[in-house]
């Protein structure tokens, strides 16, 4: 990467949401935990899943059955990540398969791509002025102030 200049290596924290919805970006591989593919729907991106544990694998059906955003990697058995042996291995010809069918030109490709878009779309009306989101998290302020408010008064009328 220093000899040819190109590349970034990112010690610390890295600016995943950022990096998500950089024009670059055509996808990400994923272990399939909430946050990322959160993060991925919401940036509009189709996913290459590779759970490890956990809920993943149900997370993972969710992406490639249900939302039909994602292409497996083909881990069938989910195991405890200190017993993973060469039968647990992804073979780099399932790899390079999922890439093919996340980034290719075929028809299945671009409708993943279309859905993930359609998502990611939603995902960001849903927290403008006016979304779902937005109305609830605006409901639950007004909720709180009104608790501290009715608190206050409680406390106020036990004193007097």
């Known amino acids: 990467m220093k000899e040819s200049k190109k590349g970034y290596i990112i010690w610390n924290w890295a600016p995943q949401i950022l990096i998500l919805d950089h024009p670059a970006i055509g ?12 993060e991925s729907v919401s940036a509009g991106l189709s996913m290459i899943t590779w759970p490890m544990f956990a809920e993943q694998s149900y997370n993972e059906k969710l992406v490639v059955d249900v939302l ?42 671009k409708e993943m791509r279309k ?3 359609k ?14 989101s937005y109305n609830n998290l605006i409901q639950l302020i007004q909720e ?17």
């Open 115 to 117: 859905r993930a878009r």
């Open 68 to 109: 039909k955003i994602g292409v497996p990697v083909g881990v069938k058995e989910m195991k405890f990540w200190m017993s993973l042996g060469d039968e647990a291995m992804v073979r780099r010809e399932e790899i390079v398969k999922a890439v093919v069918l996340l980034m290719g030109s075929s028809q299945e490709s």
């Open 27 to 38: 996808g990400i591989m994923t272990h399939c935990g909430w946050n990322s593919i959160l």
């Open 119 to 132: 998502l990611g779309d939603a995902s960001k009306k849903t927290v403008e002025e006016g979304g779902a």
């Open 144 to 160: 709180l102030k009104s608790l501290k408010i009715s608190k206050a008064l409680g406390k106020s009328r036990v004193c007097n």
